[in-house]
């Protein structure tokens, strides 16, 4: 087997036709793959706001369960009378029941 030599002088550079084709076509490409990814970007965002639609109407139903209705009565018997009004602080408190103490004494 022998290995042809073949001059760098008779290599012919790429003529304009040939540039300008390989322009064509990466520029066919390119907008074809960005395409694509607007495609995919749009079915992602639609995907995540069903998703997103879907919890929220799941949770505001739990969350109705869990919301005294307004007006309610208190269940403990520290609070047995009282009705729930205004915005739940969260924090602890201490009660000190005067009518309680002083029966004691």
Known sequence: MQIKYIPSSSA??????????????????????????????AVILVIAIIGGIYLWWKLRKLMRNFQPPQGATMHSDDFAGETAKGEVIEGEVIRVDTARTEGRR
């Open 12 to 41: 012919r550079s790429p003529g304009l036709l040939r540039k300008t084709a390989a322009l064509i076509a990466t520029l066919v490409l390119a907008v074809v793959a960005l395409m694509f990814s607007a495609l995919l970007l």
